[in-house]
């Protein structure tokens, strides 16, 4: 085996960053934003080693041929990059900066998941192209999770109507209550992930297909990853986690007697909610009592500096991912666009733009983060109305922007001015957060850590997992 392309650089220059669900939607957008923001601000000498997963090994040979080619048009393209590099410019120079692996993982297949952890942790990673030799990734610094399923079946139109009336365009747009969710739910067969075989501790929870895809997969992924993205000193940078939740994610979206959102509840806001929830509250001191057990696997005791939670959305972004004829599509796309040019700071549209919030807390330097109090805050992709995006602090319900009580008079003070004051996009029946809605929020995130933690458990001991 020859040595991997970034041989001889220091361990400082490298940059290992895991994305799931990177073949369509907005997982595109934070590939090829990753690149862009990279090259344009780390050090010359430094060298991105990006892994995409997806569900096959086809998907990953046409995702990686499919960043190599935009990477190929940024190294001609990056104004700032060429700037700082001066008149010698060379794009190959450039190209040879950026290396692409891929790992497949099947997010509703916890036995997928062990698989692609392990060869992450103990194995080699490949790259299906054959243009890199299989490879040993030294550690991962932001673990981008982005894969998910929505669970919708379509759009009840008469409440479109009554929510447009009521509350008008932009506000209709951003917070629908007229998507409808699949009247049952899909739940996984549990024979299937246990490959066939009878589990010795009996039988174990069922797991909801939407659950499994948005939450508890990458749940058990970051917990198997713990070796990679956990460090030894408290010198080094923590990894990061960054999970992707949705704008529309409020208190009314979860239900803990439907907590997988199998029988009643929304799936998709469901687990968003849940999302919110566990990356806010993972390490407030009420909470650690349960999640402690979660960060502490034996396969990483030699390193006592965990990863940090972030949380990020999207904004409102164009996709597959809701079911529309081409027809229906394009007018949701003019919406979209409309609802912007009409002032919203959230339609972002586009996979690149929605990608925004995502890709600056995967690169932005540690110290910025910390000083910012960032894992406590949910950050947004967001637009002006000629689509320049920026990462904005979004509301969350129980938890207000920074799980910090302001006053309403506070919050129109805030310093921060156009699409990016905090007030701007709020959503219309948001109130001024309370001591009482705030200590329900961190109740709230104790038992959605208690609820997977007991469910991690449960599996892995049918799994026979040590």
Request: net charge neutral; with cysteine.
């Amino acid at each position: 085996m020859s040595s991997p392309p970034w041989a001889g650089a220091s361990s400082d220059d490298l940059y290992f960053v895991l994305i799931t669900g990177a073949n369509s939607g907005v997982g595109v957008g934070i590939g090829q934003r990753i690149i862009d923001e990279f090259l344009d601000s780390r050090p010359l000498s430094s060298h991105l080693i990006l892994i995409p997963t997806t569900r096959s090994k086809t998907k990953s040979r046409d995702t990686v041929l499919a960043l190599r080619s935009y990477i190929l048009e940024a190294a001609h393209t990056l104004k700032q990059l060429r700037a700082r590099s001066g008149a010698n410019y060379n794009p190959s120079t450039t190209i040879a900066r950026v290396h692409i692996l891929s790992v497949q993982v099947d997010l509703c297949d916890l036995r997928s998941i062990r698989a692609a952890a392990d060869q992450l942790v103990n194995g080699k990673v490949t790259d299906p192209t054959g243009v890199i030799d299989a490879v040993r990734i030294p550690r991962i610094d932001a673990a981008l999770f982005n894969a998910g399923l929505g669970g919708w079946e379509g759009l009840d139109w008469l409440e479109f109507a009554r929510q447009f009336f009521t509350h008008g365009l932009i506000q209709s747009t951003t917070f629908p209550s007229f998507k409808r969710a699949l009247p049952t739910a899909v739940v996984l067969d549990s024979q299937k992930l246990l490959g066939g075989e009878t589990s010795n501790s009996g039988s174990p929870p069922e797991l909801a297909e939407v659950f499994c895809a948005n939450v508890f997969g990458h749940y058990i992924l970051a917990h198997e990853l713990l070796p990679v993205l956990s460090r030894a000193n408290v010198s080094e940078a923590p990894g990061r986690v960054v999970w992707t939740s949705s704008i529309d994610a409020g208190h009314d979206h979860l239900d803990f007697d439907d907590f997988q959102a199998s029988r009643y509840m929304a799936p998709y806001e469901s687990s968003k909610r849940i999302s919110d929830l566990i990356c806010l509250t993972s390490d407030l001191p009420s909470v650690q009592e349960v999640s402690a057990s979660y960060f502490a696997s034996p396969t990483a005791a030699d390193k006592p500096v965990k990863p940090r939670f972030y949380v990020s959305h999207p904004g409102i972004v164009c996709t597959p991912m809701f079911p529309l004829n081409w027809f229906l599509y394009f007018w949701y796309w003019v919406t979209m666009h409309l609802s912007r040019l009409c002032g919203s700071p959230w339609h972002t549209v586009d996979a690149y733009r929605g990608a925004c919030a995502t890709s600056w807390l995967g690169l932005a330097d540690q110290s910025r983060l910390d000083a910012i109090d960032a894992h406590h805050i949910k950050w947004g992709s967001s637009v002006t109305r000629i689509g320049r995006s920026a990462p904005k602090k979004t509301e969350v319900e129980g938890w207000a922007w920074e799980g910090r009580i302001e006053d309403s008079k506070a919050l129109e003070r805030d310093s921060v001015e156009g699409v990016l004051h905090k007030t701007k996009g709020r959503k219309w029946d948001a109130t001024t957060l309370t001591k009482g809605q705030k200590a329900q929020f961190e109740m709230d995130g104790r038992r959605c850590w208690m609820e997977l933690e007991r469910l991690r458990i449960a599996w892995e001991a049918s799994l026979g997992w040590e």
